[in-house]
Structure formats: C-alpha cells, structure tokens
C-alpha cells in the first residue's frame, strides 16, 4: 500500500531563517508526490509537484522540494520563512493502484512562523 | 478561470436530517474528487467522479453516503440521516484529466447538532 508520514506535528521557526517540513513515503514504483498548505478554514492550495526529471522542484510562494529517492523523502524548504507561511501543510502522494489516482494524504504539519 | 466551488460553505444539521453538499469543478474539468477532513485527522479519499460516472468509491462508507456527477450541473455528496460523526470539513477537488493536478475547493463545514 502506498503511504506518506510526516513525522512533524509541529514546525517552529523564526521569521527570515529557513524552514524544512518533513515527509517520507513508501510506495512500489516511481511516486507522484505533492505538497498542499491549508490555511485557517481554507480549502488546500496546490505548492509544487514531483513526477519525474530534476530531484529539485520549485514551486508557488517561494517553495521547493527535494526529491531523494535513496532516502524516500520529499521535504519542503524555503530559505527565508514568512509569518504568513504558517499554515498547514499536507504532502501526499498518488495512488497509482486504483483508477483515477486518489491522493494519498500525511497527517500534516502544522507550520508556525514567528516574528 | 474561476477555481473550484463549493456550497454551502457552512452546513448545520440536526441528527437524522440529510446534508447536501455541491461543487462545481474549475471549467474543463470533468474529474472531481471528494475528500473530508475530521476533526484533528488528515484529508481522507472518499470518491471519485467522472462526469455520470462513478470511478472509485473506495473511500466512502458504505450506509448514507452517494455521490453523483451529473451531465449538466455540480457534483453533489448527499448524507442521509447525519449523525455527529459525520461533522467534517468535507473538500472536492478536481482536475482536467486523471493525471493532473488536483486543486481544491474551499470545503464544506458539515456541523450535525
């Protein structure tokens, strides 16, 4: 079965110095692998995708992902954090398995960017 | 182009009444998925529509739920006789075809009293 964890509850960091939010997965052949952030009684924005190609994905609001297959991991950086970067953010990955290609979602990480 | 829609945005019921929930996919798509957001839980599958046709309803507990995708209009998720549990944030997303990006609508907050 195919599955991401996001091994965070909770990410603190302070304004201007980078930030990483965990995910790993575990599926059987090549991952579609996303990254969604939700903010306060929103609906979930699309960041960035990896399907293939470079293992760096860039990305909306200045974010990006790295994709390391050796470790199963697809973390989302930014280099400078913003106070209105914290929200929720959910990786997920394809279900390749089924019809129609469900996503698959993390418990998600809660982002809190302070001043 | 305007995203995908959904309403209401807020929902109250009262145990036993039904709950219908509406999305209109973003124009040109004809994929929509539905998913929903319990309390302190991740976003879970529940099915997955094209248009008239139910593709994957794995996810969708088997008693009280139904989804439908019509020729013409929204997708609409129907919950009869709502019990407490069923409060969720309930979210469609959807997508021009099968392997592209899903993006989601704003939600819908079920609240069954």
């Given at each position: 079965?195919q ?24 599926v059987s052949g090549n991952?579609y ?61 394809r279900d390749l398995y089924n019809?129609?290609g ?14 | ?113």
């Amino acid at each position: 079965a195919q599955s991401v964890a996001q091994p965070e509850d909770q990410v603190n960091v302070a304004e201007g110095n980078p930030l990483t939010v965990k995910c790993t997965y575990s599926v059987s052949g090549n991952p579609y692998l996303f990254w969604y952030v939700q903010y306060p009684n929103r609906g979930l924005q699309f960041l960035l995708k990896y399907i293939t190609g470079d293992n760096l994905v860039k990305g909306s609001y200045g974010f990006e992902a790295e994709f390391n297959k050796s470790q199963t991991s697809f973390h989302l950086k930014k280099p400078s954090a913003l106070v209105s970067d914290s929200a929720l953010y959910f990786c997920a990955v394809r279900d390749l398995y089924n019809q129609g290609g469900k996503l698959i979602f993390g418990q998600g990480t809660e982002l809190s960017v302070k001043p | 182009n305007a995203g995908v829609m959904q309403n209401p945005r807020h929902l109250v019921r009262r145990r036993g009444q039904e709950a219908r929930l509406r999305c209109s996919p973003m124009k040109g798509h004809s994929h929509v998925y539905w998913y929903r957001q319990l309390p302190e839980e991740g976003l879970k599958f529940m099915v997955y529509l094209q248009k008239e046709n139910i593709i994957d309803e794995s996810g969708m507990p088997k008693e009280r739920f139904s989804a439908e995708f019509p020729k013409e209009g929204p997708s609409i998720l129907r919950i009869q006789q709502v019990v407490r549990g069923d409060s969720a944030a309930y979210f469609c997303a959807s997508s021009p075809a099968v392997e592209e990006t899903q993006y989601f609508g704003p939600g819908t907050r079920l609240l069954v009293l």
